[in-house]
């Protein structure tokens, strides 16, 4: 068994059996338990989980699978049931599932009585690596990724592994967007490694996994309500976000990671014109996103409309916008300004790379 990372107050537990995860003594403090899944971990990964003794007489809730259940009326509704149950300060929500379960569960549990104590057990590539550690939680609102939320810690997080054996190809190729997000942050060394064995060989080196956590966990050690450093993990956000928001609007949402892969490309970009990113570096760095992830952008890309969003941004409280960029491997740089006529550049050079 891996030995835990920690971060803030909390633990991320490697488990090879889930019996593993039946020693924690948050059963023994919070009886009662309630588990959160959507409709495709309710199918593929709760029979696992309700093998076990401290799962026999768990209430199961389950919301519909997909982006747009991250929303207020959804929280509404899981509040509702928890009353309805009579949930109380003895329950702990266990949140079963990719990043919009964690999300919306993390929210739903911090606001619930003022706040309940919640567990991620994550089952995407990209809950692993990012979403269920690092304490955000949140929601949509008004077209507005993750608009509202709360930085708030869960008591712990346990990785099973073969949860992802089930994950569909797209959505693994969407968690492995932001290992390489990690990877550029970290060094050439770790993007090296990870280019060579591919999105398809994830599984098979759980330690590449172990690696892009342990990146996370460094940024987020130093600087956790993301008051400098931890901006840094942003890294193809901005752009992305605004990719995610509009392709929502358009009725034809793209993942969140293909967003992100494509929101690096246009941000190197930028990274290059104002920093000196590397052209060589740009050039292979961009290539291998726009190969993986190239074809998912079939939006019609209205430049307006994604800079508007990129204003809409909460990391931008100016006209200039604020963007997390890289210097070179493993040296990003945070709070650069960067005009709107170099974002429309940068919108430009990605749509015509398409
Ligand atoms: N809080 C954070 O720090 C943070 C960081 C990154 C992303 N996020 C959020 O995470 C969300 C994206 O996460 P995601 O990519 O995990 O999305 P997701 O939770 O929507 O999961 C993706 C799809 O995979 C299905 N699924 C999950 N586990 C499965 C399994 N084991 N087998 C088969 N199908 C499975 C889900 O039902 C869903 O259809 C976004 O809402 C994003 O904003 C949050
Ligand atoms: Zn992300």
Redesign the pocket.
Known sequence: MQPALTFGNYQAHFVDTLQQLEAHEVWQRQPFTIVLV????RA??LPRLMELAVFQDALILEVP???ST?NLDMCEHIWESLLAAKAGRDAVLVNL???????LGGFVAGAYKRGIPFINIP??V??MV??TV?A??GINLGGV??SIGLFNEPEAVFFHLP??E???HE?VL??FA?MLKHALLSGQEHWDALVAVGPEGIIANPELIIRSLKVKQAIVGQDPLEQGIRKTLNLGHTIGHALESESMRLGKPL???HTVALGMVAELWLSMQILGFPQKDFKAVSNYLLGLYGSFLNIDLSLDNLAELVGNDKKNRSKQFSFSLLQQFGKPEYNCNVSREQLLEALVYLRGSL
Not at 38 to 41: A, K, M, R, V
Request: aromatic share 4%.
């Open positions: 959507d409709s495709n971990t593929y990964c699978a997909g982006e991250k599932g990719g990043g919009m379960v964690s999300d089952t995407t990209l809950a990012d979403a690092g955000k939680t990724k993750n949860f992802l089930t994950l569909p959505e969407s968690g932001e993942l969140h990671g």
